[in-house]
């Protein structure tokens, strides 16, 4: 089973539209969990943390079901501007002293249109 | 808004070549990582370092590579004889605290490495 898995898409969506991308991750020592977006041939950037009470900033909103290891992201009220991969990603590290490392899912595809 | 920065945006280089990669991660982050993505596929945990010394490291990060950090601002990679397989964007990232506490962790805008 892979470490995060992901629906690569591609989601295509009209403007306005709600959409809804899913995430797993196998291991369930997983400390804290994100979504990042990355645009083509860009970096990744932090879209938003994602919390066991669940979360939401404007538009998104982002799940977490620690017994069913499974993370999900709501994007209503689609933009333009929203086209974009948007990665699920854990954190599977310990809370101090080293620096631990995300494991990335393949990303979903969203694509937004007129 | 602080930043992290690498050089160069785009490197190419003979199959055999050493590189050196280079990040200015943010200035008063202490955690700092590298990634790689090859084009199509996901992106790649390759090291993390923390008080001088490498954190953890991937199966990726074999004995061709090395991590740096020769002052107080510059953090590097080097890739002693590089493979065609090495072509890659890498990321270079850093954060203020371990990620496992939700620390953002915040990437560079990534080296494209041709290997010829």
């Known amino acids: 089973r892979k470490e995060v898995e992901q629906d690569p898409g591609p989601f295509n969506v009209p403007e306005g539209a709600t959409v809804a991308f899913n995430c797993t991750y196998s291991?369930?020592?997983?400390?804290?969990f994100f979504w990042y977006r990355q645009d083509c041939r860009k970096e990744p950037k932090l879209l938003m943390s994602?919390?066991?009470s669940g979360n939401e900033d404007g538009r998104f909103t982002a799940q977490l079901n620690r017994a069913s290891q499974y993370i999900s992201l709501l994007i209503r009220d689609s933009k333009l501007s929203d086209s974009a991969t948007y990665l699920c990603?854990?954190?599977?590290?310990?809370?101090?002293?080293?620096?631990?490392?995300?494991?990335f899912g393949t990303g979903t595809r969203l694509q937004v249109t007129l | 808004e602080p930043e992290v920065t690498q050089t160069p945006s785009h490197q190419v280089t003979q199959m055999g070549q050493e590189v050196i990669l280079r990040c200015v991660p943010i200035?008063?982050?202490?955690?700092f990582y590298w990634y790689r993505q090859i084009l199509g596929q996901k992106v790649e945990f390759l090291v993390s370092?923390?008080?001088?010394?490498?954190?953890?490291k991937s199966e990726i990060f074999d004995d061709q590579f090395s991590v740096e950090r020769p002052d107080g601002s510059n953090f590097t990679l080097k890739i002693r004889s590089t493979k065609l397989e090495d072509s890659a964007m890498y990321f270079c990232?850093?954060?203020?605290?371990?990620?496992?506490?939700?620390?953002?962790?915040?990437f560079g805008p990534g080296t494209r490495l041709t290997v010829l």
């Open positions: 990232a850093s954060s203020d605290g371990p990620g496992a506490s939700y620390n953002e962790q915040f």
């Open positions: 291991n369930s020592a997983s400390q804290s």
């Open positions: 994602v919390y066991s």
């Open positions: 990603v854990v954190n599977m590290g310990r809370t101090t002293g080293t620096a631990s490392k995300l494991t």
């Open positions: 200035s008063n982050h202490l955690y």
């Open positions: 370092f923390y008080n001088n010394e490498i954190s953890e």
